[in-house]
C-alpha cells in the first residue's frame, strides 16, 4: 500500500509531501520530501526563477548539515524532479523519547545536562566549531554572552520580518506557486 499527500510548509509556501509505505509484513515507513530553497536571507534580493533554480545545491546543502548533526536517519538524501531540489528523510525517527514530566528535579538536571552535552558534541563535529570556539574564548561569561547573541538574533528576524512584509506589500516579492 502507498499513499502520497502534498501541502505547502510555512510562509514561504514550500511544497512538502509525506509518502507513505507499507511493506510485505505490514509495517509502515513514512517518508517526508520537502522542498529545499537557499539560505531565507538571500531570498528577498532574488526572483522566483533563480530561488527554483539555485534548488540542487540547496538540497545537499541541507542534507551535507543533517548528516552532520543527526547522522541516523538512513533515508536522508537530496533529490530532484519537476525543476525543483528536495530533500528525503524519515519523517518520524520512532526512538522512544523520555517524558519529562515524570521526572523529579534531580533526574530533569541530568536529562538537561545528557542532552546539553550530546548537542555540544554534535555541534562540534561541524565546520563552524572553529567559530563557535573562538566566540566563547572571548566571552567573560558564556551565559552572558549567549544572552546577548539572542537578544540581537530576535532583534535581527524582527528587522527581516518587517522587511520581507513590507516587500510582500509592496509586490517587491512574487508568490511562490
Known sequence: MEDIIRYSVGIFGTRCYLILLT???GNHLVLQVKEALPLRYN???MPLTTIIASGPRSGRRIVTAQRTLQSSDPFLAPISFAGRSYYVRQFRDMKESINVQKLDLESYTLY???CALLLA???YRTPVAPMIRGYLKYQKSLDGGLAQWSLAY???VEKDFERFSQATKN???PAVK
Do not use: I, K, V
Request: glycine share 12%; with cysteine; aromatic share 0%.
Open 23 to 25: 511493506g510485505n509484513d
Open 43 to 45: 531570498m528577498l534580493a
Open 112 to 114: 538537561c545536562e545528557t
Open 121 to 123: 558534541t554534535t555541534h
Open 154 to 156: 530576535s532583534h535581527q
Open 171 to 173: 509586490g517587491e516579492l
